[in-house]
């Protein structure tokens, strides 16, 4: 699948989970076809039913895997795409967005969300937004009792997931702003 020519018109994408609704501010100016690999999923409705299935307390939340094991997920563009690694976009702190992957343009659907700041990181994985708003979901989220290897001893579920034009109405935007998030330098 091609990218529209208004793919930049994404600029949120919700989702509401077993914990909560957070929402994604999507860095479309810096990496599009991420963007729109993102917001597409979400509107056809590919994350929805989809489990969190890596849980690193103090680290990040992995989800956007159909099969829930880790290996699986597909792009909107078919298989894996390239990464869209900016030096102007860093791990800084607790609610960058970032795609998860296996090795060098190996992006698929899925996504991790930092809880903390991971600079070792940087250059290995590509950001594409930052938790707009829900970050205290993102917290509880962090928290969540898991096994051996990671994975959640309950279910955290995404119900649905959508892509928007603009920011949300009726959500406050979280006060600590970008710095504390994934870091636009330019």
């Known amino acids: 699948m091609t990218q529209p020519s208004n793919a930049s018109a994404f ?24 963007c729109y690999n993102v917001a597409a ?7 929805n039913g989809t ?19 880790g290996r699986g997920g597909e792009s909107v563009y078919g298989g894996k795409f390239e990464d869209e690694i900016t030096r102007n976009l860093k791990h800084v702190g607790a609610g960058c967005v970032s795609m998860a ?22 250059g290995k994985h590509t950001i594409f937004g930052r938790i707009y708003s829900g970050m205290g979901v993102i917290q509880r989220m962090g928290l969540v009792a898991t096994d051996g290897e990671d994975q959640p001893k309950s ?16 959500t406050t935007q979280n006060p600590c702003g970008k710095q504390h998030f994934a870091q636009i330098t330019a």
């Not at 999923?41 to 994350?47: E, F, K, Q, R, V």
């Not at 489990?51 to 094991?69: A, E, N």
């Open 11 to 34: 600029t949120h994408v919700q989702f509401d989970t077993t914990m909560g609704t957070f929402v994604v501010e999507l860095y479309h100016r810096h990496t599009p076809r991420t």
């Open 41 to 47: 999923l979400a509107d056809a409705g590919y994350y």
């Open 155 to 170: 279910e955290v579920k995404i119900h649905r997931a959508f892509s928007m034009h603009s920011p949300p109405h009726g």
């Open 51 to 69: 489990i969190f299935h890596r849980i690193i307390k103090d680290f990040m939340i992995q989800g956007g895997d159909p099969t829930g094991t």
């Open 101 to 122: 992957n296996s090795g060098p343009n190996t992006n698929g659907s899925q996504f991790f969300i930092t809880l903390k700041p991971t600079p070792w990181l940087d």
